[in-house]
């Protein structure tokens, strides 16, 4: 019942500016409104070379998933996909192997019924509406089973979303239920908004999604930390998404510091 409320308070929101779409108009995308492409505007307005910071984001992901698929994971369960274009998971995938699954999940109803189109002609990926918050109606879906072998590596993208989560949504206890939801080999991947470096912009940032359908809280890079718990750290370690192994050539110093990340693999032997 909860959940069902959840979505339904969902179901009306497309006055305002909603976290997907928002990310879409961000990386140059087509699928948002006027709402968010106006909010884009006044924030990169605001807190001038934002855009880089959604960019930067993307890229992380993008290159957090060919780490993964180079060390043989060729499943990937994404909690708050969002609308998977510009560079999303199946496509990073597909340009490696032809062997791959991809799980997109989102609670917000109009992304998944712009999504579905998207991946009709792509029978590796599916994208499903469920809220992460509800981990059984995640994991126990039928496409879930359909798609995953849960009792191979899976690759657990969270990447810019559990900053959506309150406290109260217990984000730990959720991160760990899916931790024990895959089979050692698998991997968790987590981006988080961030405001210990640079408090000013992080501020202005939250004070502009205070007004959309989906406010952030921002936290630190100890509390993104230990949302891997017991998963042995890959890389550098839990760091700023620009520093998590950058392309050769990339900007050293990104503009804003304000989204910290990091992977983790779940070792043989864990809980
Ligand atoms: C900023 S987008 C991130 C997209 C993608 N993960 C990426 O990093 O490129 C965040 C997405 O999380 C979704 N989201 C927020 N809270 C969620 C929840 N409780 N369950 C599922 N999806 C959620 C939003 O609808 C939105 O599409």
């Known amino acids: 019942m909860a959940e069902a409320q959840r979505l ?42 934002v855009t880089g910071v959604f960019r930067d984001n ?6 957090a998933v060919e780490y993964l698929l180079a ?16 560079g999303h998971v199946h496509e990073v995938a597909r340009r490696r192997t032809g062997r791959f699954r991809v799980l997109y999940v989102d609670n917000e109803p109009l992304t998944v019924a712009h999504s579905k189109p998207l991946l009709a002609a792509e029978p590796r990926a599916e994208i499903i509406r469920a809220d992460l918050r509800e981990p059984g109606s ?28 309150d406290d109260g949504d217990d984000p730990h206890g959720l991160v760990r239920t ?20 640079q408090p000013a912009p992080m501020h202005l940032l939250a004070n502009f999604y205070a007004d959309t359908a989906d406010p952030l809280v921002d936290r630190s890079p100890e509390w993104i930390d230990e949302c891997f718990g017991g ?39 864990h809980e």
């Open 8 to 49: 339904l308070s969902r179901e009306m929101d497309i006055d305002r500016p909603c976290a997907a779409r928002i990310y879409d108009a961000f990386l140059g995308g087509s699928h948002n409104f006027g709402v968010e492409r106006r909010f884009a505007e006044r924030l990169e307005l605001a807190l001038p070379g």
């Open 58 to 63: 993307r890229a992380f992901l993008r290159r």
């Open 71 to 86: 060390r043989g994971v060729r499943q990937f369960l994404d909690l708050g996909s969002g609308i998977p274009t510009i």
């Open 138 to 165: 995640v994991l126990n879906a039928p496409e879930t089973a359909e798609l995953l072998d849960l009792a191979q590596p899976v690759g657990v993208l969270m990447s810019a979303v559990l900053h959506f989560l």
């Open 178 to 197: 899916y931790q024990r939801a895959v089979p050692p080999g698998s991997a968790l991947v987590i981006s988080h908004v961030t405001g210990g470096e």
């Open 231 to 269: 998963f042995d750290r890959l890389g550098p370690g839990t760091c700023c998404v620009s520093d998590w192994r950058p392309d050769p050539g990339a900007p050293a110093h990104p503009h804003y510091r304000i989204l910290h990340g990091g992977v983790a693999r779940k070792p043989a032997r």
